[in-house]
């Protein structure tokens, strides 16, 4: 069931934005008087599920979900229509529109998408304001995994900078020092700053890490809110509210310090001190084989202060804006590392399975909505990429004519389409067979 919910996700969202990045062309084709003759939500190779003509164009929808199109009269797209290449320039023909008019048609996919991505992003913030851990607010530091101990991080260390710059959002920390390849992390710790040097080759190891969880988290004290069911420590006679302050001869002030230790004594009876209303008490409690004893701790908000910042119509605007040309900045920062021996940000390509995964196992509107916004801002960015078949290559072409004053040949740009197309199918074949690849993945 949590699939089908996932895949519904994935299905309504990537609708959305083939659609409205779809129409991104097609209407500033009709404003131009450019023949559509094909408007389609997915592809129809062989035959479609559904389609309807009116007027001059044929509206469907295609039983391949690898994307969608509109079919522009007089022009070499991925239909590779070459009969009609050969026919005698027509006026309401893709070709024979002035040179600034196609390029306005084939940014239009491209602005429609990043304007979307910006008014989900103020509709967020308006209806849902943002919430923030300012990093000047983890009062006992952070909590380190294996991988961040061995960066040379620790247990209660507060973050100050990042390559001497300050983060204020402590969300913002590990994407920071992914984007940006950082090489030092500035922290206190016991009172003096310390300048951690990040060794090479760290940064794929972060992002083969972050898949599992993160690699830091703010620390906090371990006050039980609430029990599992059957659980042994509501059993033992440990209530709500007690502060869980060692186990055995082993002091656990923080609640990471408790999830370490208890691994180490699964299945057996472990003395659990604690402070119940300023008395230290020890109670006997067995641990399950797993390593629990059924406690469920105070959230993060309990102790550390997290701002959640609302906002007006008006206020959400400019914040929804920023968001998006953040989030712009982000993914370009993230294609950038594809291409780095060092990260070898290839290997983390993924298909149809990875983008179903990152949606919720429920339909999560806030989840859904924010996933659709950065998706929308990832259709905008991959379709500029300056490749024959993507926008971004037809725009390439367009601005050498441009500067140039002559039109490339339509035997040239029937080759680069051609070529486009397969360097975008052996991508597509990539990132998915990186999927499979995965699953088989002990």
Same mark, same amino acid.
């Not at 380190?144 to 973050?159: F, P, Q, V, Y």
């Not at 030092?184 to 599992?212: C, D, H, L, M, Y």
């Not at 291409?339 to 919720?360: D, M, P, S």
């Given at each position: 069931?949590?699939?089908?919910?996932?895949?519904?996700?994935?299905?309504?969202?990537?609708? =959305?934005?083939? =659609?409205?990045?779809?129409?991104?062309?097609?209407?500033?084709?009709?404003?131009?008087?450019?023949?559509?003759?094909?408007?389609?939500?997915?592809?129809?190779?062989?035959?479609?599920?559904?389609?309807?003509?009116?007027?001059?164009? !044929?509206?469907? =929808?295609?039983?391949?979900? %690898?994307?969608?199109?509109?079919?522009?009269?007089?022009?070499?797209?991925?239909?590779?229509?070459?009969?009609?290449?050969?026919?005698?320039?027509?006026?309401?023909?893709?070709?024979?529109?002035?040179?600034?008019?196609?390029?306005?048609?084939?940014?239009?996919? /491209?602005?429609?998408?990043?304007?979307?991505?910006?008014?989900?992003?103020?509709?967020?913030?308006?209806?849902?304001?943002?919430?923030?851990?300012?990093?000047?607010?983890?009062?006992?530091?952070?909590?380190?995994?294996?991988?961040?101990?061995?960066?040379?991080?620790?247990?209660?260390?507060?973050?100050?900078?990042?390559?001497?710059?300050?983060?204020?959002?402590?969300?913002?920390? =590990?994407?920071?020092?992914?984007?940006?390849?950082?090489?030092?992390?500035?922290?206190?710790?016991?009172?003096?700053?310390?300048?951690?040097?990040?060794?090479?080759?760290?940064?794929?190891?972060?992002?083969?890490?972050?898949?599992?969880?993160?690699?830091?988290?703010?620390?906090?004290?371990?006050?039980? !809110?609430?029990?599992?069911?059957?659980?042994?420590?509501? /059993?033992?006679?440990?209530?709500?509210?007690?502060?869980?302050?060692? $186990?055995?001869?082993?002091?656990?002030?923080?609640?990471?310090?408790?999830?370490? !230790?208890?691994?180490?004594?699964?299945?057996?009876?472990?003395?659990?001190?604690?402070? #119940?209303?300023?008395?230290? $008490?020890?109670?006997?409690?067995?641990?399950?084989?797993?390593?629990?004893?059924?406690?469920?701790?105070?959230? $993060?908000?309990?102790?550390?202060?997290?701002?959640?910042?609302?906002?007006?119509?008006?206020?959400?605007?400019?914040?929804?804006?920023?968001?998006?040309?953040?989030?712009?900045?982000?993914?370009?920062?993230?294609?950038?590392?594809?291409?780095?021996?060092?990260?070898?940000?290839?290997?983390?390509?993924?298909?149809?399975?990875?983008?179903?995964?990152?949606?919720?196992?429920?339909?999560?509107?806030? #989840?859904?909505?924010?996933?659709?916004?950065?998706?929308?801002?990832?259709?905008?960015?991959?379709?500029? $990429?300056?490749?024959?078949?993507?926008?971004?290559?037809?725009?390439?072409?367009?601005?050498?004519?441009?500067?140039?004053?002559?039109?490339?040949?339509?035997?040239?740009?029937?080759?680069?389409?051609?070529?486009?197309?397969?360097?975008? %199918?052996?991508? %597509? %074949?990539?990132?998915?067979?990186?999927?499979?690849?995965?699953?088989?993945?002990?």
């Amino acid at each position: 069931m949590e699939i089908l919910i996932k895949a519904s996700q994935l299905l309504v969202s990537l609708s =959305i934005l083939i =659609i409205l990045h779809e129409l991104g062309h097609f209407i500033p084709a009709k404003l131009f008087k450019t023949r559509v003759e094909k408007f389609y939500l997915f592809f129809d190779w062989k035959f479609s599920l559904w389609k309807h003509k009116k007027g001059e164009t !044929e509206y469907g =929808i295609g039983w391949i979900p %690898l994307g969608g199109y509109v079919k522009i009269a007089g022009m070499i797209d991925e239909s590779m229509d070459k009969e009609q290449m050969k026919q005698a320039p027509q006026p309401w023909e893709f070709r024979s529109k002035p040179t600034w008019q196609r390029l306005i048609i084939m940014i239009g996919g /491209v602005t429609v998408n990043v304007l979307l991505a910006i008014a989900i992003y103020i509709g967020m913030m308006f209806y849902y304001g943002e919430e923030v851990l300012p990093t000047a607010n983890l009062t006992y530091g952070i909590s380190c995994d294996s991988l961040a101990l061995e960066m040379g991080l620790r247990n209660g260390d507060k973050i100050v900078s990042i390559d001497g710059k300050e983060v204020e959002n402590f969300k913002k920390v =590990i994407p920071e020092i992914i984007m940006n390849e950082a090489r030092t992390i500035q922290v206190s710790r016991n009172g003096a700053i310390e300048n951690i040097v990040i060794p090479a080759g760290f940064i794929g190891k972060i992002i083969n890490q972050i898949k599992g969880g993160e690699i830091i988290a703010p620390r906090f004290p371990f006050v039980i !809110e609430d029990f599992g069911p059957e659980s042994a420590a509501k /059993v033992a006679g440990i209530k709500v509210q007690d502060k869980i302050v060692g $186990l055995n001869d082993i002091k656990t002030n923080f609640f990471d310090e408790f999830k370490t !230790e208890i691994q180490n004594h699964k299945g057996e009876v472990i003395q659990v001190h604690l402070l #119940r209303q300023g008395q230290e $008490l020890t109670i006997p409690v067995k641990v399950s084989k797993e390593g629990f004893i059924g406690v469920v701790p105070q959230s $993060l908000d309990h102790f550390l202060k997290v701002e959640d910042k609302k906002y007006s119509f008006f206020e959400a605007i400019p914040a929804g804006t920023q968001k998006a040309f953040s989030t712009v900045s982000d993914y370009v920062g993230q294609i950038k590392l594809i291409f780095n021996t060092e990260v070898q940000g290839y290997k983390q390509l993924g298909g149809f399975i990875t983008f179903g995964k990152v949606f919720a196992p429920h339909w999560d509107w806030m #989840r859904f909505w924010s996933l659709t916004a950065f998706f929308s801002i990832a259709l905008a960015v991959m379709n500029l $990429l300056p490749i024959p078949a993507l926008d971004g290559g037809h725009v390439l072409f367009l601005l050498i004519e441009m500067i140039t004053g002559r039109k490339l040949p339509e035997k040239f740009l029937e080759y680069a389409q051609a070529v486009g197309m397969i360097l975008l %199918l052996a991508l %597509l %074949l990539f990132a998915n067979g990186n999927d499979v690849i995965r699953l088989f993945k002990p």
